[in-house]
């Protein structure tokens, strides 16, 4: 995936649930149905929404381009406001 494919990826997860669920995202041991269901039952998204943020997000981590999404998300102009300490927190821990 190279930088501007990653950058669409982010685009389709959305900035907010990428740094919301990155921790659901990233445990593998979590069904990918699972986190569907639950951002259809949490944020109210619909199912083909759902599963397009979730595999999206998956495709990010599974190819090791977790962190450099959260400096992408962290340097944006575009971000909600919790958005971006919420990114960097997480660059943080993930960096360790």
């Known amino acids: 995936?190279?930088?501007?494919?990653?950058?669409?990826?982010?685009?389709?997860?959305?900035?907010?649930?990428?740094?919301?669920?990155?921790?659901?995202?990233?445990?593998?041991?979590k069904e990918s149905d699972?986190?569907?269901?639950?951002?259809?039952?949490?944020?109210?998204?619909?199912?083909d929404s759902a599963r397009t943020k979730v595999n999206s997000a998956r495709r990010i981590l599974s190819c090791n381009l977790g962190l450099e999404a959260l400096e992408i998300i962290s340097n944006s102009q575009n971000a909600d406001s919790w958005v971006v300490p919420k990114a960097n927190f997480l660059k943080a821990q993930n960096a360790i």
Do not use: P, W
């Not at 990826?9 to 041991?29: D, H, L, P």
């Not at 699972?34 to 199912?47: R, S």
């Open 1 to 29: 995936m190279n930088h501007e494919e990653l950058v669409r990826a982010i685009q389709r997860v959305g900035m907010g649930t990428f740094v919301k669920y990155f921790e659901a995202f990233s445990n593998e041991t």
């Open 34 to 47: 699972d986190l569907v269901d639950a951002l259809i039952k949490i944020e109210g998204y619909g199912d």
